[in-house]
C-alpha cells in the first residue's frame, strides 16, 4: 500500500530564506509525482509535475526534485517571501486502475516578513 | 482553476436533505473524481469517473451517490445529509487514470458544505 509521508508538518522562516519541503514515499512504482499549493480555504493549486524519467522540475523560484530509487521528492524554494505562505502536498497516483491521488499530510510554510 | 468549476461555492443545508454538487469541465478529460477535505484525515476519495455513466467508489463513498451523463459534468449527491458531510468538497479531473500522460490533475475551487 502506497503511503506518503511529509517532513516537517509546520516550518515558520524568516524572509529571503531558501528552503526545501520534504515528501517520500513507500512504493517508488510511481508514474509521477506532483506538488500542489492550497491556501487557506481555497482549492489546490498544481505547482509542478515530475514524470518518473525526470530528475527535476523548475518554475520560477520553485525546484523540485525526484529520487525514485530513494522514495524521495524535496521542494526547493528560493528566496522564500511572505506570499509562499501556505500548505503544500505532495501526491503520487495510486497503482492500479483508479487513478486515485495518495496524498501526502502537507507541510504548513509561514514566511515572516 | 481555468477548465474546472464547482458549484455552489457554499451552501448551508439541514439534516435530512438531499444536496446536489456540481462539478462542470471545459478540458474533455475522461477521468473526474470527488475528494472530501477535513482537519486531521486530509484529502478523501470519495467516487470517481473514468467515461460517461462509468463511476466507481472511493475509500468514504457510503452516505453519496454520482452521476455523469455527459463528459463534462460529474454531479455528487447527498441523499440525506448529515452532520458528518459537513466537509469541503473538491472535483479533480485528469486525462489518463495515472496521470501518465504528463498533464496531472486540476482540481476545482471547492465547494464547502454545512449540515445544520
Known amino acids: 500500500k502506497q503511503e506518503v509521508t511529509q517532513i516537517p508538518a509546520a516550518l515558520s522562516v524568516p524572509e529571503g530564506e531558501n528552503l526545501v519541503l520534504n515528501c517520500s514515499f513507500t512504493d517508488s512504482a510511481i508514474y509521477n509525482l506532483q506538488w500542489f499549493r492550497q491556501d487557506p480555504g481555497k482549492g489546490l493549486t498544481s505547482l509542478l509535475l515530475?514524470?518518473?524519467?525526470?530528475r527535476e522540475q523548475t518554475s520560477g523560484r520553485l525546484n523540485a526534485s525526484l529520487d525514485k530509487s530513494s522514495g524521495r521528492s524535496t521542494l526547493y524554494i528560493a528566496a522564500s517571501q511572505p506570499g509562499d505562505s501556505a500548505t503544500y502536498l505532495c501526491a503520487v497516483p495510486n497503482p492500479g486502475n483508479t487513478g486515485k491521488l495518495i496524498f501526502g499530510q502537507g507541510t504548513t510554510l509561514q514566511v515572516k516578513p | 482553476d481555468a477548465g474546472i468549476t464547482q458549484s455552489p461555492r457554499h451552501k448551508v443545508t439541514e439534516t435530512g436533505t438531499p444536496v446536489t454538487l456540481r462539478c462542470h469541465q471545459t478540458?474533455?478529460?475522461?477521468?473526474m473524481y470527488w475528494y472530501r477535505q477535513d482537519p486531521g484525515h486530509g484529502l478523501r476519495l470519495i467516487h470517481y469517473?473514468?467515461?460517461?455513466?462509468?463511476?466507481d467508489k472511493g475509500e468514504v463513498s457510503d452516505g453519496y451517490s454520482v452521476s455523469r451523463s455527459k463528459t463534462e459534468d460529474f454531479l455528487l449527491t447527498l441523499e440525506s445529509a448529515t452532520s458528518s458531510q459537513t466537509s469541503v468538497y473538491f472535483c479533480a479531473i485528469a486525462p489518463g487514470g495515472q496521470g501518465a500522460s504528463g498533464y496531472g490533475y486540476t482540481f476545482g475551487s471547492g465547494t464547502r458544505l454545512t449540515v445544520v
Open positions: 515530475i514524470q518518473s524519467s525526470q
Open positions: 478540458e474533455n478529460h475522461r477521468y
Open positions: 469517473s473514468y467515461g460517461v455513466k462509468d463511476t
